[in-house]
């Protein structure tokens, strides 16, 4: 079984997309290799996560490719458009999956044995609101370990 995390209530999900992908990155253990993301959602938000992780931090750099892109199979964040998308299968990214679109996997199951962790973000928009609730109740009924990290006033 896979955690799965909702962060529900969160107000800018392009940035809060790009300090969780942050946060997720500097996690790893010293033993272990880097982690791996991948990040589902439709074109145009992907397309405004990645302007973000360009821009958020004058600082840093997170690594970051398109499915289809050549890189990335070696890039640690990955952005693919759909959970149907043939890139997805071909990854060997394993680690992480974000969910930051409205649409519920087609096979949780396959998804959940291959990715220890997915990350639902739920923003304050009311159907993504309620698409998010149509998520938690299936994976519920799946018997997934949920938790629910409430971003009112983040």
């Known amino acids: 079984m896979a955690r799965i995390d909702f962060h529900s209530q969160v107000n800018n999900k392009p940035l809060y997309s790009c300090r969780l992908i942050r946060k997720i990155m500097l996690s790893k253990h010293e033993e272990l290799p880097m982690r791996n993301i991948v990040v589902v959602g439709s074109s145009s938000f992907l397309k405004e996560l990645d302007q973000q992780l360009w821009s958020f931090s004058s600082t840093e750099f997170l690594p970051h490719a398109w499915g289809k892109d050549d890189v990335a199979n070696e890039t640690p964040i ?71 990290f409430d971003q009112t006033g983040q």
């Open 78 to 148: 990955v952005f693919v458009e759909s959970f149907e998308s043939p890139e997805l299968d071909h990854l060997p990214h394993g680690d992480v999956l974000i969910h930051v679109g409205q649409n519920l996997p087609v096979s949780v199951e396959a998804l959940a044995q291959r990715f220890p962790r997915i990350v639902e973000i739920v923003s304050t928009d009311e159907a993504d609101r309620q698409a998010g609730r149509e998520r938690y109740k299936a994976y519920r009924d799946q018997g997934h370990e949920l938790h629910n």
